[in-house]
């Protein structure tokens, strides 16, 4: 039974639908297998089997034909996002103790879809870095070598999967969120177009930046989850209707892209000489299934600017009163995050909400000559995790914390959805994901052509993996 972790989520969930395997037993083994590796690496630091438990016994007592898409499937909630009568620290000190009364609707949907919600995955303060680390929790350490960072901000949701303590798992994405672990840690993370995944609005009803999505080991459990997550909500006002074909489906349909553009840098960022090699060589082998490869990339000129000035204003929206209330308990990127926000002028505004338009229209124009674009999906291998962020690369200093992801933030600003494929490993035995991105909603698109790679590379299965001291 213990080697079930190392089952697909599709074949897990068709072992449910089947009886082979009830949710209860699937509880049991994840318990087991989390006090087996947890303790090294500090991914799942909430637990929350009872409640788990309460829902598998309800969800046995239905017909396998309405248990919903997973069947009573486990899958763990990053802790940013709200689970009735589970602790949602935020990885801040502030709310340490906070329990909420009612989920949010992300939670809701994918309970209602047969998820059995057992744990809450580690996230930096507020999301907030790139290194996933708090000071309720302390940091998550990545599997491939525990003295490297799991990047972040869905660091415990890409380590649960990395080591068989999760087949699937909820995260978000703001700047990278979910691709930067997902490469890190060597599994999929997927940032959906905006409005495909329903959530509770918080601060404000279009706040679109970050976006909740799936993760998972491969593409086709990616996509599963999606199918899972999706579908519109009176609640959330920018919520997108289900597709009348299922995510999942398209990941299977073997459809290939027809020409794509490869790009190491998008003209933006530095990135390491090793990690772009690895990436491009991997962009490469498309062409063994007839696929064109070419290297452009749409204009991001700006996007380093524009991210740095909306990203600002997220954070003053949100976050002013916790500076005015609580600064002494904030981390210093979030307090120099905040003042950023507080000090805007409406003319910066104004600009880059110009220059974002601009970029994703430029982004809708280039994917008329291209199925799908390529590129790292994060410019170094994983760090050491004592280090904050990233403060340089190939020689080039960063002038502020988030700078280091630009690759990932830019697609962000063009409102597409992207996903981060493992593609290979550095010398140093460490992984490197590669980064897809569709046209805005083409996600069926993403995954077929993401699907097609990965038959390709045949890296699908290198997880999980028991937790690696440093060598």
């Known amino acids: 039974m213990r080697q079930i972790i190392r089952d697909t989520a599709c074949g897990v969930v068709h072992k449910l639908t089947r009886g082979d395997v009830s949710p209860l037993e699937l509880l049991g083994v994840l318990e087991e297998r989390i006090a087996e590796v947890d303790g090294k690496l500090n991914a799942l630091p909430i637990l929350c089997f ?23 499937l486990p899958v763990p909630i990053k802790d940013l996002t709200d689970v009735a009568g589970v602790r949602n620290t935020q990885g801040s000190l502030i709310f340490r103790d906070y329990v909420p009364a009612r989920s949010d609707i992300l939670v809701e949907r994918l309970e209602e879809s047969g998820a059995l919600v057992y744990a809450r995955s580690n996230t ?104 899972a997550m999706s579908g519109e909500h009176l609640g959330d006002p920018l919520s997108l209707p289900k597709l009348p074909h299922s995510f999942l489906s398209a990941a299977r349909s ?60 997220d954070f003053a929206v949100s976050k002013a009163g916790l500076l005015r209330s609580h600064r002494d308990l904030l981390k210093p990127e979030v307090i120099w995050n905040i003042e950023e926000g507080l000090k805007l002028t409406v003319e910066q505004i104004e600009r880059a909400e110009a220059q974002r338009l601009a970029m994703m229209t430029r982004a809708v124009d280039f994917f008329r000559e291209y199925d799908l674009l390529l590129s790292p999906a994060t410019i170094v291998e994983p760090f050491p995790v004592q280090n904050r962020y990233v403060t340089e690369c190939n020689g080039k200093n960063f002038d502020h914390y988030v700078d280091w992801v630009a690759i990932a933030s830019a697609i962000t600003l063009a409102c597409c959805p992207a996903l981060s494929l493992p593609c290979g490993f550095t010398s140093s035995g460490l992984p490197v994901g590669l980064q897809i991105v569709a046209a805005p909603r083409a996600e069926g698109n993403l995954l077929a052509g993401a699907k097609t790679l990965e038959d390709i590379l045949g890296l699908r299965g290198c997880t999980p993996i028991d937790p690696r001291p440093q060598s």
């Not at 009872?50 to 997973?70: N, Q, W, Y």
């Not at 530095?270 to 990690?275: E, N």
């Not at 498309?286 to 064109?292: K, N, Q, R, Y």
């Open 50 to 72: 009872d409640r788990a438990r309460k829902h598998a016994e309800a969800i046995m007592k239905k017909p396998v034909s309405e248990r919903g898409l997973l069947g009573g």
């Open 254 to 313: 073997g459809k290939k892209p027809r020409r794509v553009a490869y790009s190491p840098d998008f003209g933006i960022t530095p990135v390491d000489p090793q990690v772009a090699a690895i990436t491009r060589r991997a962009a490469a082998r498309l062409a063994e299934a007839g696929v064109i490869v070419e290297e452009a990339h749409p204009d991001f000129r700006g996007a380093q600017e524009c991210f740095h000035v909306l990203r600002a204003f």
């Open 124 to 227: 930096p303060e507020f999301g907030a870095g790139a290194n996933t680390f708090n000071d309720v929790f302390g940091p998550t350490l990545n599997p491939w070598n525990t003295s490297r960072s799991a990047a972040g901000s869905s660091g415990g949701a890409a380590v649960a999967l990395a080591t068989g303590t999760a087949w699937l798992a909820h995260g978000s994405d703001m700047g990278g969120s979910l691709r930067n672990p997902a490469s890190f840690c060597s599994v999929v993370g997927l940032r959906p177009s905006i409005g495909r995944v329903a959530h509770t609005p918080k601060f404000k009803v279009d706040r679109n930046l970050g976006v909740p999505g799936p993760m998972a080991r491969n593409v086709e459990d990616v996509a599963l989850m999606l199918d």
